[in-house]
Every structure is written in structure tokens, then in C-alpha cells.
């Protein structure tokens, strides 16, 4: 038996021995990297008592933070890039025959509500938010662009204020600006909406302390967020993003994919917005979905 009495130099192979029994052969890969890795990086910066307890303090009170409504171990996990990391590990942008398919990005922290099942072509926008009226159309296909019927499409955002239902439930209503959409027989889907606002993440918590004491923003630009599966399809969390919107080129959570951006165009036309049930002017963006075939893993 590999003996566990601790020597510094050794520290990290000492520790990832202990998990060599480990039945799960993927546990074992990961906790073994993550031994080797996290060791390495105290050794760097030869971490301190004191910082390593300030760390402590730091992922307790980020846990403290969490709610049925917030998730702040996810902002953390956005603001330092991990999560969109693995989203662009998972969701390959080119599918196996070489086909485009849409990029995947963030969930973010407010896919805490579920949304609500909604009719092709409902409004979004319940509690009569103040805002631009936006119609948002698409379509949802697979690698080779063949429509997929039957499609779910959970889509979320924030108001013209910046603001998600779930930081004002008073004023707005959980399930306000949320919807989930069935594709029709073409593939097709189309919402009713307000043009988002770019936004603040939470900053009352420590994630918003680590930015501010790093000298970093804590500002999103605009976007609207999409989640779309199918039998068959792989799932991909994305975003529609409005072209023009500040913070682009530094979105806080490092979000932004070049392929994202739309031109939300502006419609004035009397006949087209009655047609669609909006006021006009009203701005319209069309966003096509490409999933991959899912792999079994």
C-alpha cells in the first residue's frame, strides 16, 4: 500500500493516490486532475494561511448567497470564464459531416423558474412591461438544415430595465418574459417580446465584490436567451444577442460569440404590426437553430 504520510514536494501524488481505489474510472480521472492542478496552483502563488482562509470565507458566503431564485456559485462560475468553457468543450460549432450548427453559451444564473408552455405566437410580456414590442421568429433544424418539428424552445430575458422575474417577482411575476415553444410541422416557431436591455449581473454578493476589488465591470449587453431540444438532437443552450448593444466586446461572463449577434430591425409599418398583434413601430429578429445528431457517449 502506497503510504499517505504528507512530504511537500510529493504533496499532489500523495493526495491522488488516495483516489486510486475509486470504482468510477471518470471520479478517479477527475479527482485526480483536479488534485494535481489545485496543488500546483498553491505552489505557484505559495498561498498564504491568511488567503486561503479569506478563501474559504469567500465560497461560504458564495454558497450562503444561493436561493431557489439565485444561483451565485454559477455567477462565479460565468465571471471566470468556466462556464462558457464548458459549454464550447460540449457544443462543437461544426457538426461530424462538417456542417454548421449554432454556438452554445451560457445558461446564466436565472434559469431558476420554470417557463411556462406557451402558444406559438403568445406575448411574452404579461405583466405589460414597458419596452419596444420585438417579434421574434425561427426556425429549429438539424446539421443538414431538415426541419425538426416538435422541438422545444424555452426562451427567457430580461425587461427594458434590465431586470429578470425572479428580481422582481412583485412588480413582474415569476414566469414573466419566459415562455416554452413547440416547433410546428416546419419547424417553425415566433414570439412576441420587448427588445432586452443590457444589464448588471447581482453585485450585492461576492461575486460582485471579486469584480469590483479586481477592477472588472459586472455589465452583460443585450440578449435574449434560448434552450432547444429534441428527441435525437442535442441539446444547446445559446443566446441571441442585439447587435449595437454596449458591452459586446466585454460581456462580464465572457458570452459573446461572434455568430450570436442579430440586428434587431426596426418595422414601421401599420399592416405588418396588426398582422402580428404588435404596436408599431416594433423591431423583429430571426434566429435559426442547428442542432447535431446526439452521440452516445
Known amino acids: 500500500m502506497t503510504t499517505l504520510l504528507f512530504d511537500e514536494d510529493r ?6 493516490a488516495s483516489f486510486a481505489g475509486t470504482p468510477d474510472p471518470r471520479l478517479r480521472e477527475v479527482m485526480t486532475s483536479l488534485v494535481t492542478h489545485l496543488h500546483a496552483f498553491v505552489k505557484d502563488v505559495r498561498l498564504t494561511p491568511g488567503e486561503w482562509e479569506a478563501g474559504i470565507r469567500f465560497l461560504t458566503e458564495t454558497g450562503q448567497m444561493c436561493d431557489e431564485t439565485r444561483q451565485e456559485f454559477i455567477l462565479l462560475s460565468d465571471t471566470l470564464g468556466v462556464s462558457m468553457l464548458v459549454e464550447s468543450l460540449a457544443n462543437s460549432a461544426v457538426s461530424t459531416q462538417g456542417d454548421r450548427l449554432t454556438e452554445a453559451t451560457v445558461e446564466g444564473p436565472f434559469h431558476v423558474v420554470a417557463s411556462p408552455s406557451r402558444e406559438l405566437g403568445a406575448d411574452l410580456n404579461v405583466a405589460g412591461e414597458p419596452g419596444e414590442p420585438c417579434v421574434v421568429t ?3 433544424v438539424d446539421a443538414s438544415g431538415v426541419p425538426v418539428p416538435g422541438a422545444k424552445v424555452d426562451v427567457w430575458q430580461a425587461n427594458a430595465a ?11 411575476g415569476l414566469g414573466d418574459l419566459r415562455g416554452l415553444f413547440t416547433t410546428d410541422a416546419d419547424g417553425s416557431y415566433w414570439f412576441r417580446t420587448i427588445v432586452p436591455a443590457h444589464y448588471p ?4 454578493g461576492p461575486v460582485g465584490r471579486m469584480l469590483r476589488q479586481t477592477g472588472r465591470h459586472e455589465w452583460r449587453p443585450a440578449h435574449i436567451h434560448v434552450e432547444v431540444s429534441a428527441p435525437g438532437l442535442r441539446r444547446v ?32 409599418d401599420e399592416a405588418e404590426a396588426a398582422a402580428y398583434g404588435v404596436a408599431n413601430p416594433f423591431r423583429t429578429v430571426e434566429f435559426v437553430v442547428a442542432l447535431d445528431a446526439e452521440t452516445t457517449p
Not at 434590465?162 to 413582474?172: H, I, L, T
Not at 459586446?248 to 418595422?267: A, P, Q
Open 11 to 16: 504533496s499532489a501524488e500523495i493526495v491522488a
Open 138 to 140: 425561427g426556425r429549429v
Open 162 to 172: 434590465g431586470f429578470y422575474d425572479v428580481q422582481q417577482p412583485d412588480e413582474m
Open 201 to 204: 449581473i447581482p453585485a450585492d
Open 237 to 268: 443552450t445559446t443566446h441571441v444577442f442585439v447587435a449595437g448593444s454596449p458591452y459586446l466586446e466585454s460581456d462580464t461572463v465572457f458570452g459573446v460569440k461572434e455568430s450570436l449577434i442579430r440586428d434587431f430591425v426596426e418595422v414601421d
